[in-house]
Nanobody, 126 residues
Framework: QVQLVESGGGLVQAGGSLRLSCTGSGRTFSLYAMGWFRRAPGKEREFVSAISRSGLSTYYADSVKGRFTIARDNAKNTVYLQMNSLKSEDTAVYYC???????????????????WGQGTQVLVSS
């Protein structure tokens, strides 16, 4: 059974930065792409970013491109999301997720990720 545990959320002023971490267990971490999604109050869950199993390919939603950076350390079974220049519209619960596909091509569909963390709250004050 896969377990994903996020950390690093919190309260930050607009323009500030946060780094989210997600550590996985229960499946060979390095074999699967990892993603970050978020759900803002009253909105649907949306794709934020993803990274291939090797870390060589990264994908971003247009709304975060240039501000967020995803990275992974397979030796630590951990994926990171560095969030800079935060805006109030980035306020959401952020979830990390593990892909269920050995070959990942940048899908933003949550259905292509079968394991999810419990979420970490990010609150950006304006």
């Amino acid at each position: 059974q896969v377990q994903l545990v996020e950390s690093g959320g919190g309260l930050v002023q607009a323009g500030g930065s946060l780094r989210l971490s997600c550590t996985g267990s229960g499946r060979t971490f390095s074999l699967y792409a990892m993603g970050w999604f978020r759900r803002a109050p009253g909105k649907e869950r949306e794709f934020v970013s993803a990274i291939s199993r090797s870390g060589l390919s990264t994908y971003y939603a247009d709304s975060v491109k240039g501000r967020f950076t995803i990275a992974r350390d397979n030796a630590k079974n951990t994926v990171y999301l560095q969030m800079n220049s935060l805006k109030s519209e980035d306020t959401a619960v952020y979830y990390c997720a593990m892909s269920n596909r050995l070959i990942y091509s940048g899908s933003t569909d949550p259905a292509d990720f079968d394991s999810w963390g419990q979420g970490t709250q990010v609150l950006v004050s304006s």
